[in-house]
């Protein structure tokens, strides 16, 4: 599901929430129909809303359905655009997955460039300026200051 999706889908459940409440139903009708809507608004909120991929310019924060995970860019080996999301290796082998954004396997047959390849360039592209080694004790964004 698109944000933008789930954004309606929230407004549309408030506006027939209120519906509901000044409605003239009886109160147990009232309580069961607002607290089925409340299950769909925080379905909504898990599946379109929550997902996110955040990054800095030393961290990956992938924040998926019910947990978050904070990456440092000097453990990622490889980072992958793929049906399940955005593959994030990481140095010890683990990999997470950031939901936020796929590429469909059409896509990937197709070889289209996809906003999930754009995603990847952009994680790759920081960790590697993220990765230059250490001049003077420095690293990260620092050192590249310091590069011949």
Same mark, same amino acid.
């Given at each position: 599901?698109?944000?933008?999706?789930?954004?309606?889908?929230?407004?549309?459940?408030?506006? $027939?929430? #209120? =519906?509901? $409440?000044? #409605?003239?139903?009886?109160?147990?009708?009232?309580?069961? #129909? $607002?607290?089925?809507?409340? %299950? !769909?608004?925080?379905?909504?909120?898990?599946?379109?809303?929550?997902? #996110?991929?955040? !990054? /800095?310019?030393?961290?990956? $924060?992938?924040?998926?359905?019910?947990? /978050?995970?904070?990456?440092?860019?000097? /453990?990622?080996?490889?980072?992958?655009?793929?049906?399940? %999301?955005?593959?994030?290796?990481?140095?010890?082998?683990?990999?997470?997955?950031? &939901?936020?954004?796929?590429?469909?396997? !059409?896509?990937? &047959?197709?070889?289209?460039? /996809?906003?999930?390849?754009?995603?990847?360039?952009?994680?790759?592209?920081?960790?590697?300026?993220?990765?230059?080694?250490?001049?003077?004790?420095?690293?990260?964004?620092? =050192?590249?200051?310091?590069?011949?």
């Amino acid at each position: 599901m698109g944000r933008a999706f789930g954004i309606l889908v929230l407004v549309l459940a408030g506006i $027939v929430a #209120s =519906a509901i $409440v000044v #409605s003239g139903l009886d109160l147990a009708s009232k309580v069961v #129909s $607002v607290l089925l809507l409340g %299950g !769909l608004a925080a379905f909504v909120y898990v599946n379109a809303l929550r997902p #996110s991929i955040t !990054l /800095t310019n030393s961290e990956l $924060v992938i924040r998926n359905k019910f947990r /978050t995970y904070r990456i440092d860019l000097n /453990t990622i080996v490889r980072v992958d655009a793929g049906y399940q %999301g955005i593959g994030v290796q990481k140095r010890h082998g683990q990999v997470v997955h950031g &939901w936020a954004v796929q590429k469909s396997n !059409l896509a990937r &047959w197709l070889g289209r460039h /996809t906003r999930a390849d754009l995603v990847v360039e952009a994680i790759e592209e920081e960790r590697l300026r993220y990765a230059v080694p250490p001049v003077d004790g420095t690293h990260g964004p620092e =050192a590249a200051e310091h590069r011949p």
